[in-house]
């Protein structure tokens, strides 16, 4: 798969990055993300434990949210150019959330001859709540 190429010179401060919309997350997702990453805490796999815990049902993993903050990067940049992925976790997701990451580019500048820039982005729900906020470096052409 060819990566995107995002130049350098054509991107300015302010620039929106293409946001990332996923398709509302499910309960078998859940169960299959515990598969793959090996977080098999009950609270994301069976229903009656995250009613016990006050959640009403289960819980998306973390580490799932992030994972839509790195697809949201590596979409607009390729998988290589991203340097560094930072979050901060606001909220839960739950079954039939529809998770948007958008962002912008907040700072270009070359340092040791590499071209970067520093980007914020926001995860939120169908309901606008905060999932996640992170920050994010890349390297472009």
């Not at 859940?30 to 009613?51: C, K, Q, R």
């Not at 998306?60 to 990067?73: K, N, P, R, V």
């Not at 040791?112 to 472009?140: H, P, R, S």
Request: hydrophobic content about 45%; some cysteine; proline content about 4%.
């Amino acid at each position: 798969m060819a990566q995107p190429k995002v130049l350098f010179n054509n991107i300015e401060v302010g620039y929106e990055i293409p946001p990332l919309v996923k398709n509302p997350i499910t309960e078998t997702q859940l169960v299959m993300y515990a598969g793959a990453s090996g977080d098999f805490n009950p609270i994301h796999t069976v229903h009656a434990f995250g009613e016990k815990a006050g959640f009403g049902g289960v819980i998306g993993h973390g580490m799932l949210s992030m994972g839509f903050a790195g697809q949201f990067m590596t979409n607009w940049v390729g998988v290589t150019a991203v340097k560094k992925l930072a979050v901060q976790f606001r909220a839960v997701t739950k079954p039939k959330n529809v998770i948007t990451v958008s962002g912008t580019v907040v700072k270009k500048y070359t340092e040791d001859g590499q071209n970067m820039v520093d980007c914020e982005f926001l995860a939120v729900n169908q309901d606008g709540d905060k999932i996640i906020m992170g920050t994010a470096t890349a390297e472009l052409s």
